[in-house]
């Protein structure tokens, strides 16, 4: 997927978190986390993560309680500093 797509994608992900609509959130956190590419999921979160740690940060940690509703705290610190390790890179 081009860099221009990933830019596109995280922007509109972005839009949909700014709702604050629960239901909408983790409708489209559940769609992205299926995805077979783990890497594209970790670029596209890497920017998500970037715009809302730098513009809303609570609305980053309640990205984050949706996000990872059902996960472990320990795959929670797994994927973010995998996502944290992707994003060197962009």
Request: with cysteine; net charge positive; hydrophobic share 40%.
């Amino acid at each position: 997927m081009s860099t221009a797509t990933i830019d596109a994608l995280s922007r509109k992900l972005i839009r949909i978190i700014q709702t604050k609509d629960p239901e909408q959130v983790t409708y489209w956190a559940n769609r992205l986390d299926r995805q077979k590419d783990q890497l594209l999921v970790a670029q596209i979160m890497a920017q998500i993560n970037r715009y809302l740690k730098a513009h809303d940060e609570n609305l980053y940690y309640w990205f984050h309680e949706i996000y990872f509703a059902n996960y472990s705290p320990e795959v929670k610190k797994l994927w973010l500093d995998f996502v944290h390790l992707c994003s060197l890179s962009l």
